[in-house]
């Protein structure tokens, strides 16, 4: 006898003279991908030895994870505010390393295998191509670049000289958003044509309005070194820690918040290319402080297949950060937490309110009709499936960990990464298409025979 599914809602019409198999909604808690303690040994001789060039706040979290990664050791760690170096030095407790402000250093060091690059944006590409030349494998963080060329320029330095390259979107190798592509592998979702995702944010921290240590000056600073490239500005505090905010340090909230978003996006929907088209809008509400970049960000992106829809704010929190997949079937939201999917009734259902309004005569015909085309399944022949799964992380779970110790085994393996130079890129110009179309208030289009952004 063939079983029918049907959710609740569709029980109830039925009435209560079917028998039924269901259970409450409950949560499963999902396993991790390896150890979270104790994790398992690696013989010294396939230990990597990693150096670490930034290390301000994402610079030591990464130093924190590595200490649960298996055959990951740090042995160096560089950066141009002297309070850093000793902040790594305690990341990584009574290990001592060597810290300097000069990171090339540790590029030249024949006994260093890798490089982690934490540094502001607008160095990714200097670090990155100095590294592969230096024969380095390279985990850099997002975005990986802070422009197109920067990003081409990468890709052609990782290729040349045969590296791997993982970049630091840590969804990607996260047990939930494995759980949820399987879920859009499945096809539960049915038809997807719309994602919307968020994170935001009401914290001057959360609006890079970043704290200032009281021994941050010239002599603590390397400042004409920072600034690279960059124009030649006065020493500024400001600057030196709220990058962020500045067009010539980094890619505000976009390259900030919506790069996580878009990895996980693009990897639970397999999707390996830029965006067809970008259309921003928002602007500076609140913190109107100089910087160049808006504290509310909202864009529209075109894909061949869906429609997706980012923001970021920095001046309300209600929404906090996740991920909606809306499709013809069911649900899904990702969080940071939880994955949940929520199926969708049958979109083939009675006609009650059109036909509300038709003669009683007309009325009968129709239900009559209906009922005969789309007979209720008899009492046993079908089960009630619940409203919602959900499959959560499990307690004290670090996405980071498992990010960190999938480099580290490419690194040994010579195995591509997911999250590689050109996953990474392609990410990256989604970003910089949506800072594109709010500075020049026009849609961004990306022309893949140019490789270049240009307006609509």
Not at 11 to 17: A, D, N, P
Not at 215 to 235: E, G, K, V
């Amino acid at each position: 006898m063939k079983r029918v599914s049907i959710n609740r809602r569709e029980f109830i019409r039925f009435g209560t003279g079917f028998a039924a198999v269901c259970g409450t909604a409950k949560g499963t808690v999902l396993e991790p991908a390896r150890p979270t303690t104790s994790p398992r040994p690696v013989p010294p001789s396939d230990t990597v030895r990693f150096a670490i060039i930034g290390t301000g706040v994402e610079g030591c979290s990464l130093l924190t994870s590595s200490l649960s990664v298996p055959g990951a050791e740090c042995v160096g760690a560089s950066d141009l505010y002297d309070a850093r170096r000793i902040a790594a030095q305690e990341a990584l407790g009574s290990k001592k390393i060597e810290t300097t402000r000069e990171y090339r250093r540790l590029i030249d060091r024949k006994d260093i295998d890798a490089i982690v690059c934490a540094t502001p944006d607008f160095w990714h590409c200097r670090i990155v191509e100095e590294a592969c030349q230096a024969g380095k494998d390279v985990y850099c963080e997002k975005p990986m670049s802070h422009s197109i060329d920067d990003g081409l320029a990468m890709i052609a330095a990782v290729r040349k000289y045969d590296r791997i390259c993982e970049v630091g979107s840590q969804r990607v190798s996260s047990i939930l958003y494995a759980k949820a592509k399987e879920i859009w592998d499945s096809g539960k979702l049915g038809a997807v044509d719309m994602i919307e995702a968020a994170w935001d944010r009401n914290t001057d921290e959360g609006a890079y309005v970043s704290a200032i240590p009281s021994d941050a000056n010239p002599q603590t600073i390397d400042w004409d070194t920072w600034l690279d490239d960059t124009p030649r500005l006065p020493f500024d505090l400001n600057r030196f820690f709220g990058w962020r905010r500045y067009a010539a340090y980094g890619a505000g909230l976009a390259g900030d918040l919506f790069v996580h978003l878009l990895s996980g996006i693009h990897f639970v929907t397999g999707t390996n290319e830029p965006p067809l088209r970008a259309y921003s809008t928002g602007g500076i509400y609140y913190y109107n402080d100089g910087r160049d970049f808006p504290d509310l960000l909202c864009t529209l992106y075109d894909y061949p297949k869906f429609k997706l829809f980012l923001h970021c704010n920095s001046n309300n929190a209600s929404e906090g950060q996740y991920i909606r997949f809306h499709g013809k079937s069911g649900t899904m939201a990702i969080d940071s937490k939880a994955v949940t999917y929520k199926p969708e009734a049958s979109c083939h259902q009675m006609d009650v309110y059109v036909v509300g309004g038709w003669p009683r005569a007309l009325r009968d015909q129709y239900w009559a009709k209906w009922r005969k085309e789309h007979p209720l399944p008899q009492p046993g022949a079908f089960d009630v499936i619940d409203e919602s799964e959900e499959f959560i992380a499990p307690p004290g779970y670090n996405e980071q960990s498992d990010h960190l110790t999938n480099f580290f085994n490419a690194v040994r393996t010579r195995k591509h990464v997911v999250e590689d130079e050109i996953f990474g890129n392609h990410t990256t110009i989604g970003c910089l298409m949506a800072n594109f179309s709010y500075f020049n208030r026009a849609p961004a289009v990306w022309n893949t025979a140019t490789k270049q952004i240009i307006r609509s």
